[in-house]
């Protein structure tokens, strides 16, 4: 499960989505998530899976990459769904028992919500597996840079979300390791009850968080010896341009939100 885990993972390529500017893929993947929260309808639902395709295929990306991210997800998209099955009111009953009761209402909402969650999490992992990790933190920070003026730290802001992402893998690939030593010492990780494997569990947590402040003290002092001293007066081997591809991708964004928007209003 821990291998499926794929979010701050980057993979390299030279594609036409590889090659958008960073705040580009920012702007719009922000566009995105704001655009999923209007859709009210199963077309608008259509054309944002359909956008999702494009993407994914512009970008070389196999789809069995972004289920494979989505395993981990399964319990919160299972709990998502039975809320809105099993708590929706409506009189459209398509099943009642006592007090279990489940309407068509509740089976649209349960279904709308979980797609809605696939498609936030499937577009989010697009930014991750297409840009870098060095190329989002520049991005976000010439976008937040406005920001400077009214004295916000925007520099350590963008390195901290730069650093997180880097440690995600590293702190997955740890866990795996330590999994991996306990079991070969006659942990039992896999059977049980859901509490007993969660009791199972704890075991892990002071190696896990040994070894993240290791890792956290280590980067810190080889910071350091190079004379970090934040972003101040700090240039950059690769500087960020807008080109007309990604003028091209703003106007197939605002499409996309159009489209929307007018199937919102149309009911479809």
């Not at 859709?39 to 054309?47: C, D, N, P, R």
């Not at 998209?77 to 489940?102: Q, S």
């Not at 009850?193 to 569990?201: E, F």
Request: with cysteine; glycine share 8%.
């Amino acid at each position: 499960m821990l291998k499926d885990i794929t979010l701050g993972q980057y993979f390299p390529g030279d594609t036409p989505v590889h090659r958008l500017d960073p705040r580009t893929k920012l702007v719009l993947t922000l566009v995105y998530i704001v655009a999923i929260f209007l859709v009210g309808s199963w077309g608008g639902y259509a054309l944002a899976a359909a956008a999702l395709a494009a993407v994914t295929a512009l970008a070389h990306i196999q789809p069995k990459a972004l289920i494979k991210g989505l395993k981990p997800l399964i319990f919160i998209i299972v709990f998502t769904a039975v809320l809105n099955l099993f708590f929706t009111p409506g009189e459209d009953y398509l099943f009642r028992w006592k007090f279990i009761k489940i309407t068509w209402t509740g089976l649209d909402r349960a279904a709308a919500m979980v797609l809605r969650v696939l498609l936030l999490v499937a577009g989010t992992f697009l930014l991750t597996y297409t840009t870098s990790p060095l190329a989002i933190t520049d991005g976000l920070e010439r976008l937040l840079s406005p920001l400077k003026k009214l004295h916000v730290p925007v520099y350590e802001l963008s390195l901290m979300m730069c650093i997180a992402l880097r440690f995600i893998p590293l702190l997955i690939e740890e866990t795996d390791r330590i999994m991996s030593a306990q079991k070969a010492r006659g942990a039992d990780l896999e059977t049980g009850t859901l509490a007993q494997r969660a009791k199972a569990l704890l075991p892990l947590l002071i190696p896990l968080f040994v070894s993240s402040f290791r890792r956290a003290d280590e980067l810190a002092t080889a910071m350091e010896c190079r004379c970090y001293n934040g972003g101040q007066g700090r240039t950059r081997m690769k500087q960020l341009h807008l080109s007309v591809r990604d003028g091209i991708a703003f106007v197939l964004g605002a499409a996309f939100v159009a489209g929307v928007i007018v199937l919102r209003r149309l009911g479809i």
